[in-house]
């Protein structure tokens, strides 16, 4: 089977594990919406929540996994099984040691953690105390959720990917049910929410156990932290730590300007994001995550026109969901918005503030998705460095769109400098890869986005005509805003697939042929 096939399959797993796990996670905001809605808790817990999260990507799927799915898949390769088994008890024991200091740290420094974070709270003291508790609590998250992306680039390597992807949905599960529960019997209703954070953690670990099993690993502590591969994974990871660390400070500044601004400003940007975050998990980071284990098996081989050609691949397939989804999001932003989120504390301002939030992200959201895409060629090649150095550049912009636009704009300018920031990484991102790999078939490329983007250009007009249709400010309406909306999205889709066909868009061609033989087989 060709990489490029094996890539394609694998993101299908990735992206309907993630497409369930996306839909559990909106009926978990649709629920703290409901319960909580744009306010004080809602902004104390969207803070609390967000520092551990950011400390897991810097630990885990932002440095270690990216450092340890090629050496791992070169153990995989060129050696035993024994001794990639080996390489996988030691960087768990070695991660579970230095997350176990973090967590009992984070815990002990939460005052300070949230002052930087959030120093609009401070003037608010209530908010503050919550948003200290609330860290404390769910700061061990980081503990679990690490170990768990690590677990997710051992059986990626060994090509299993439904269980990660599926990891997600114990989480969700979790938050819901206990909000749901604990809701009504706590002084402090949103404890709730921190208490599912931490089971969902332990679950989510529990669940990549047996699959570890059934692939022959044998979990136990090794000690053997002098291994020449963990050196290898180290050398690796200090400059991709240095690029999570500047990610992450991207989401530090956006946090904290928005904390100057008015109440519920965070919590808008943290709706819009989650939207957003639901065609760039399905299909973006499923494509992105599916290509790593290819890409890092041709740059072991040395085989430069293999990865080439996953790239290429991978790159036009997501320009080819993206660009409709972008359209589909700017269009039909208010109706989304309204029926997942406008019930109980959400009301119509709130619609209307993140739906703008909604509308400046969505104009990065080609960037965005590009970006995830290119940066697993450089790791496949074991280059981290350069992608460090691009999003340096980045963070730099992103600081000084947000500066320019918060005044005029609000929180909607600091999702659009997050927009153009990234458009400015991804455009450095192509051109240093163009010169180190040689050709990646442009003209390819650009004939297969015009052929996408006419086809989008006629889906949006069709869905803008359907969405006219809805009441988006009237929460009674929500039965028919809810069949409108799905009329929209479904109408939309089946269009831009017709006229794509009709172009002979070859990317659609070759999905059309893999689900052929699929049911055939």
């Known amino acids: 089977m060709s990489e490029k096939l094996k890539a394609t399959k694998a993101?299908?797993?990735?992206?309907?594990?993630t497409f369930l796990s996306r839909i559990l996670g909106?009926?978990?905001?649709?629920?703290?919406?409901?319960?909580?809605?744009?306010?004080?808790?809602?902004?104390?817990?969207?803070?609390?929540?967000?520092i551990p999260n950011l400390l897991r990507r810097l630990s885990a799927e932002g440095s270690l996994t990216i450092s340890f799915v090629p050496v791992f898949t070169e153990y995989l390769t060129k050696r035993s099984k024994k001794d990639a088994f080996e390489l996988v008890n030691i960087s768990l024991t070695l991660l579970s040691t230095i997350l176990l200091a973090v967590s009992l740290l984070g815990i002990l420094l939460a005052p300070f953690i949230v002052k930087i974070i959030a120093p609009g709270f401070i003037s608010d003291p209530?908010?503050?105390?919550?948003?200290?508790?609330?860290?404390r609590i769910m700061f061990p998250y980081i503990f679990f959720i690490s170990l768990v992306a690590l677990c997710m680039g051992i059986l990626n390597s060994l090509r299993h990917f439904a269980a990660p992807a599926l990891a997600?949905?114990?989480?969700?599960?979790?938050?819901?049910?206990?909000?749901i529960i604990l809701f009504p019997h706590l002084e402090e209703p949103v404890l709730a929410l921190a208490a599912g954070v931490i089971i969902g953690g332990i679950l989510q670990l529990f669940f990549q156990i047996p699959f570890l099993t059934k692939k022959g690993?044998?979990?136990?502590?090794?000690?053997?932290?002098s291994h020449p591969a963990i050196k290898k994974i180290g050398i690796l990871m200090i400059p991709t730590i240095f690029g999570s660390a500047v990610y992450q400070l991207n989401v530090f500044i956006t946090t904290l300007l928005a904390s100057l601004l008015d109440e519920g400003s965070i919590s808008y940007l943290y709706y819009s994001n989650r939207i957003i975050e639901f065609p760039l998990g399905i299909f973006a980071t499923a494509i992105g995550t599916?290509?790593?284990p290819s890409m890092s098996r041709a740059a072991a081989n040395h085989d430069l026109l293999n990865l080439k050609e996953v790239f290429s691949f991978s790159f036009r397939l997501i320009f080819f969901i993206i660009i409709p989804a972008t359209v589909g999001l700017i269009i039909l932003r208010t109706p989304i918005v309204s029926v997942l989120f406008m019930h109980g504390e959400f009301d119509y301002q709130a619609v209307r503030q993140t739906s703008r939030a909604l509308l400046h992200y969505s104009l990065g959201l080609w960037a965005i998705g590009g970006i995830r895409v290119i940066l697993p060629v450089f790791y496949s090649l074991k280059d981290t460095k350069t992608p460090v150095k691009v999003a340096a550049?980045?963070?730099?912009?992103?600081?000084?769109?947000?500066?320019?636009?918060?005044?005029?704009m609000?929180?909607?300018?600091?999702?659009?400098?997050?927009?153009?920031?990234?458009?400015?990484?991804?455009?450095?991102?192509?051109?240093?890869?163009?010169?180190?790999?040689?050709?990646i078939k442009i003209k390819q490329f650009l004939n297969s986005i015009l052929k996408v983007a006419f086809a989008s250009l006629v889906m949006g007009i069709v869905v803008y005509q359907i969405s006219t249709l809805g009441f988006w400010d009237n929460p009674a309406k929500r039965a028919i805003n809810l069949l409108t909306l799905g009329a929209g999205i479904s109408t939309g889709a089946g269009i831009f697939v017709i006229i794509s066909y009709w172009l002979k868009n070859s990317d659609l061609c070759f999905l059309i042929e893999m689900i052929k033989k699929k049911v055939k087989g």
């Open 126 to 135: 209530n908010k503050f105390r919550l948003t200290i508790l609330l860290t």
């Open 11 to 17: 993101a299908a797993v990735i992206g309907s594990a």
């Open 290 to 292: 599916a290509v790593l």
């Open 393 to 408: 550049i980045s963070l730099i912009f992103n600081l000084i769109f947000s500066l320019i636009l918060m005044g005029p």
């Open 26 to 50: 909106f009926i978990r905001d649709m629920v703290i919406a409901n319960f909580f809605g744009a306010g004080t808790s809602a902004d104390a817990f969207f803070v609390a929540f967000r």
């Open 410 to 439: 609000k929180h909607s300018g600091l999702a659009l400098a997050t927009s153009l920031s990234s458009a400015l990484n991804f455009i450095i991102l192509l051109i240093i890869l163009r010169s180190k790999i040689g050709s």
């Open 217 to 225: 690993i044998c979990l136990k502590p090794n000690f053997a932290f």
């Open 168 to 179: 997600p949905v114990l989480l969700n599960l979790s938050m819901i049910f206990t909000v």
